[in-house]
């Protein structure tokens, strides 16, 4: 097959996916882009709100949202809470946590990277996308599991538009976040606390985490146009061979 065909197919394959994608709803992790900005600027998926007493998260498989628990104490998010679509937590966020506490166990927790959204705006329901500017993170380990809350600013929010880095969030915002995520895993009559916070990082460090979280997204998933690609061409053929054998029979 000559370049110019292989391009007009691969051309034709790229638009059958992307009008694909005005027929049925993609999936909030693999099928959202990240956006052309990141990782100065980020898409979010929100799953869970401060009016929230419930915690909810994707379900995996399907794309929903799902009930995952019932808060068991009275804390609540402070701020609109999600996921980095195409992000994953993997062996290179793992090395970077393993690096800066100077342990080697660390492992990636598996799931995408976790956001925080600081806006003076009342969000009223998750299960949406929002635009938001990292300015820095929580380095979080659960268990022996890296997972680290990106801390956002909601693109052009009208109050906190001048917040550029983690040193311009008021402290006891800072700290009204650091209890949740201490204790939100936490279970009553449990005497060890489950996670703790080894690190407040800034900008530049919330970028490096969001990187590293798109390459073992990409290491772990590959390129889902080319996968699906490659499925759709397998199962072409095997209707094709399907259609041969019938015939044959007949």
């Not at 809470?81 to 990636?108: H, M, S």
């Not at 993170?137 to 917040?163: N, S, T």
């Not at 985490?209 to 390129?223: H, L, P, Q, T």
Request: charged content about 30%; aromatic content about 10%.
């Amino acid at each position: 097959m000559s370049y110019y065909k292989w391009k007009c197919k691969l051309e034709s394959l790229n638009e059958f996916w992307q009008l694909a994608g005005l027929r049925f709803k993609s999936h909030p992790w693999h099928g959202i882009n990240i956006g052309p900005e990141a990782p100065e600027v980020v898409a979010a998926f929100i799953e869970v709100l401060p009016s929230d007493t419930l915690k909810y998260e994707i379900d995996k498989e399907s794309g929903y949202l799902k009930l995952d628990r019932p808060q068991k104490f009275s804390n609540i998010i402070p701020a609109p809470y999600g996921f980095i679509p195409q992000t994953y937590c993997g062996k290179l966020v793992a090395q970077l946590c393993n690096e800066r506490n100077n342990r080697r166990d660390i492992l990636g927790d598996g799931d995408p990277l976790d956001i925080c959204v600081l806006t003076e705006r009342n969000i009223v329901h998750g299960n949406l996308l929002l635009q938001c500017r990292p300015i820095g993170g929580f380095r979080m380990i659960d268990g022996d599991e890296a997972d680290d809350k990106i801390i956002a600013v909601l693109r052009q929010d009208e109050v906190y538009a001048g917040w550029k880095d983690i040193e311009d969030v008021p402290e006891a915002l800072i700290n009204r976040l650091k209890h949740y995520f201490l204790t939100y895993k936490d279970m009553p009559g449990q005497l060890k606390q489950k996670c703790l916070i080894s690190h407040i990082y800034g900008r530049d460090e919330a970028y490096e985490v969001i990187e590293r979280s798109r390459k073992d997204y990409k290491n772990k998933f590959g390129k889902l146009e080319n996968r699906l690609t490659v499925a759709a061409m397998e199962a072409i053929n095997l209707g094709q061979e399907i259609s041969k054998a019938r015939s044959k029979k007949k």
